[in-house]
């Protein structure tokens, strides 16, 4: 698994720098942007941890909607629960910056908490396992009209889970309705889909105004390689709004994310909240179901020089069926956070959120780069 996120990573570095115009020693282009990033945090499902992250960023192009940027990441985890995670990625333009190839890896040794499936799980069902899973996934996106985006993508992952709890639900392949639960014996996962995207934003690492749209698809079959047949469909909205006419205003963020899955998923593949992206504040994966739902907004006000702070509000579900999805049953996050920018031009922030969640009196820590949306 460490051998295969090597050679993924060797193999992207090395397309990274093939393009004569990232070797061309041309004076008047500024040399990469390169950032070495450690930190801590303390997560629900984490617990406290550290890690560090390498980020390269080369020959930044500008655009009506800010610099674009081939970028290299390369980024590791370790945490109290003993959870080890190394993960790399790779953006890189060509065809006159038209089109967008993204390649990402991932290999894990993640000690986890299965609660059930659906909306109404409870905390004192949860049971502990540990997974060893590695994840490649390949995107192509072109600009097919100013601001209109269509592509592919492609995903090929392997886990196996060990240390049950004798007795549970994952041991006895069922949930706490009595349903089956799929995942528990080693599997591959393999798809391909399609994705399009409308992207009016005036930035894309720090928009103050404009809306992003991307509707996608992944199907997942035999003949690809997969063990479960499934489809995933995701919704992915966001919309900003400018509370000044200054340069830097004050602004408000809206995400809107709804996933939908139908066929066999494994428990792993369905969606899942929580964790530092989808309602920040909840153990990642405390409630998973085939459906998921969630609204967020953040209000982001720009400080003095490099600073900057956030309030954020998110109310998310997740159900079997749309029509199971009950507003009544909404869990609700909340929290606060500060913004410090570490690119000037790529406009990145590095964040720090304290957040709450409906089962968490005490805050959880999340430090990460970049925006969660």
Known sequence: ????????????????????????????????????????F?????????????????????????SKANAMRIGAIYTEKKQFVLRGSLEKYVNDNRDLITVSVMAQKYPDAFFGVGGNTLVK????????????QARFLREVTPRVYLGTQAVRSNERIDHLEPGAFLDRQTDQNGLPVTG???????????????DTR??????????????????????????????????????????????????????????????????????????????????????????LLALQSELRIPLRGKWGAVGYAAVGNVARTWEGMRAAEFKPAGGIGARYRVSDVQKVNLRLDFTWGRETPNPSLYLSLAEAF
């Open 42 to 66: 303390s997560t629900p499902e984490t617990g406290f941890g550290g890690g560090a992250g390498l980020f390269i960023l080369d020959h930044p192009i500008e655009s009506e909607q800010g």
């Open 202 to 291: 005036d930035d894309y690492q720090d928009p103050v105004r404009g809306y992003f749209i991307e509707g996608s698809t992944m199907v997942r079959r035999h003949e690809f390689g997969s063990t479960h047949q499934f489809n995933t469909s995701t919704i992915d909205g966001r919309w900003f709004v400018p509370l000044a006419t200054s340069t830097n205003p004050p602004r408000l963020a809206f995400q809107c994310l709804a996933i939908s899955n139908n066929g066999s998923p494994p428990f792993q593949a369905l969606a899942q909240l929580g964790g530092r992206d989808v309602l920040r504040g909840y153990f990642l994966g405390r409630y998973r179901d085939r459906d």
């Open 125 to 136: 069902d949860g049971e502990k396992y540990i997974s060893y899973a590695w994840e490649a």
């Open 184 to 198: 528990t014996v080693p599997f591959d996962l393999a798809g391909l889909g399609l994705l399009a995207r409308v």
């Open 1 to 40: 698994m460490i051998r295969l996120f090597y050679a993924i990573m060797i193999f992207a570095f090395f397309v990274f720098l093939s393009d004569k115009d990232a070797l061309a020693c041309d004076l008047e282009k500024a040399p990469p942007e390169i950032l070495i990033l450690p930190g801590v």
